[in-house]
């Protein structure tokens, strides 16, 4: 079963990487059973990807059934592997984020954390909000591009 996050929370975080998650987020995540989590860099963006532990073990056995012997899946694993980090939530409601994951991404003190279905993304404020502002002309175009052949009542 598809778990669904949703929402987008503004946050701060302090001078040693922590965010105090909004407790409608924290709610989701104890409604769902959501306690241990994976982040990651982003492969498209300049964020970081927070994965439930049960969806990341869902994508990491797609993963694992890649040849190991195909150089291309191998410089892609590596890749997305690098600077992935177990995080959980602490009893106070913070999120740890690693110092060379704040760096790889940019984050200063204001983040956004945004839902993207099953995961979360985390982004510096001024890059998502300035991503948002870029994209918006494109939307409509990428909103027919993605969803315009979607048959949705093929369930």
Not at 21 to 33: A, C, I, N
Not at 39 to 60: C, I, Q, S, T
Not at 72 to 88: E, Y
Not at 100 to 124: M, R, Y
Request: charged share 30%; proline share 2%.
């Amino acid at each position: 079963m598809l778990q669904i996050l949703n929402g987008t929370y503004y946050c701060k975080m302090d001078s040693k990487g922590r965010i105090m998650l909004p407790s409608g987020l924290r709610k989701q995540f104890e409604d769902l059973g959501m306690k241990d989590f994976v982040l990651k860099r982003a492969v498209f963006h300049n964020n970081l990807e927070m994965h439930p532990e049960n969806e990341w073990d869902k994508l990491m056995t797609k993963l694992n059934k890649l040849n190991r012997f195909n150089k291309k899946n191998i410089n892609f694993l590596t890749r997305f592997l690098a600077g992935v980090r177990n995080v959980n939530i602490d009893s106070t409601g913070r999120l740890q984020i690693p110092k060379d994951l704040v760096n790889i991404a940019g984050l200063q003190k204001e983040v956004v954390i945004a839902s993207a279905i099953n995961i979360l993304q985390i982004w510096d404020k001024d890059t998502y909000e300035a991503f948002l502002k870029e994209s918006s002309e494109d939307f409509s175009e990428l909103a027919e591009d993605v969803m315009g052949n979607i048959d949705f009542d093929d369930e």
